[in-house]
């Protein structure tokens, strides 16, 4: 038997920004093989009968290797009709989705891809930041703020200096050394910046700050969260809306 299997984005938290082909997809799954930080929510859209992987990391422990993942992936596409790989945010923004399409690929296993919304663009939303906005920011780029110690592609530092908005992910630990290296380049100072931690969830926190205190004296961030720098973080003042929303979260169930 060769089963589908479904590379699925499952949003960045809050789990009413799942979209309406991943429910379609969780709903009609035979085996969900599901990361850390996906809300529990989205689980019970499942059958009952549906076999639940955890494939994330646990407490004190590395996350599960990636050749590992893929195997199963390959596994349970021999054993059922319909296999869901869920992913925190979009699978294709650093998460890995595409060497697990490559695998798949490979095996002549088929596959979809049902993209997720980004916690690099809707975690900035739901603070009321824009990653873009007529006459501030033109332009955006998405970096990784960890870069892997054997690389095969490293960040191009110098290229950031002309992108109006930086959003990093995975980029508290190396908060400090990202923001000395950003001044070395030649950006501003001064210019505002903004931790956002689990952002869209009941716990989203918003910490701003400027690219010269985090060179500094860089505030506690507890991950997961956004590093957003840029003019646009000044939008807030006026556009933030979810942090003084009195309406639960779930208003739309
Ligand atoms: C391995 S990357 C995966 C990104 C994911 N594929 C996406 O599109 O959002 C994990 C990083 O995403 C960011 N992240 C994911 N969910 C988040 C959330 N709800 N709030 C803030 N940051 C989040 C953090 O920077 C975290 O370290």
């Known amino acids: 038997?060769?089963?589908?299997?479904?590379?699925?984005?499952?949003?960045?938290?809050?789990?009413?920004?799942?979209?309406?082909k991943a429910v379609k997809a969780i709903k009609k799954a035979d085996v969900i093989l599901y990361d850390r930080l996906i809300n529990s929510e989205?689980?019970?859209?499942?059958?009952?009968?549906?076999?639940?992987?955890?494939?994330?990391?646990?407490?004190?422990?590395?996350?599960?290797?990636?050749?590992?993942?893929?195997?199963?992936?390959?596994?349970?596409?021999k054993k059922y009709p319909n296999v869901v790989r869920?992913?925190?945010?979009?699978?294709?923004?650093?998460?890995r989705g595409g060497e697990e399409a490559i695998y798949l690929a490979e095996r002549d296993v088929p596959f979809?891809?049902?993209?997720?919304?980004?916690?690099?663009?809707?975690?900035p939303a739901y603070s009321g930041i824009p990653v873009t906005h007529r006459g501030v920011a033109a332009s955006f780029a998405v970096i990784t703020g960890h870069e892997a110690p054997n690389k095969k592609k490293s960040v191009d530092w110098e290229s950031l200096k002309g992108i109006d908005t930086l959003v990093f992910l995975m980029g508290v630990?190396?908060?400090?050394?990202?923001?000395?290296?950003l001044?070395?380049?030649?950006?501003?100072?001064?210019?505002?910046?903004?931790?956002?931690?689990k952002g869209t969830t009941n716990e989203h926190k918003v910490i701003e700050s400027t690219l010269k205190?985090?060179?500094?004296?860089?505030?506690?961030?507890?991950?997961?969260?956004?590093?957003?720098?840029?003019?646009?973080?000044?939008?807030?003042?006026?556009?933030k809306w979810f942090e003084k929303d009195e309406i639960p979260i779930n208003y739309l169930v």
């Open 1 to 20: 038997m060769i089963g589908k299997v479904y590379i699925v984005g499952a949003g960045p938290g809050d789990p009413d920004l799942l979209t309406i």
């Open 42 to 77: 989205i689980l019970s859209y499942a059958k009952k009968n549906c076999e639940m992987i955890y494939v994330g990391k646990a407490d004190g422990k590395h996350t599960m290797e990636q050749d590992k993942i893929n195997a199963l992936l390959y596994f349970y596409s």
């Open 86 to 95: 869920l992913k925190g945010g979009d699978p294709f923004v650093f998460g």
């Open 112 to 123: 979809e891809i049902i993209p997720g919304i980004t916690s690099s663009i809707s975690a």
């Open 173 to 181: 630990t190396n908060r400090q050394e990202i923001a000395k290296k």
């Open 183 to 197: 001044i070395e380049i030649g950006r501003n100072p001064d210019e505002p910046v903004a931790f956002i931690e």
């Open 213 to 239: 205190e985090v060179s500094q004296n860089p505030p506690e961030v507890t991950p997961p969260a956004v590093f957003i720098i840029g003019e646009v973080v000044k939008l807030r003042n006026k556009i």
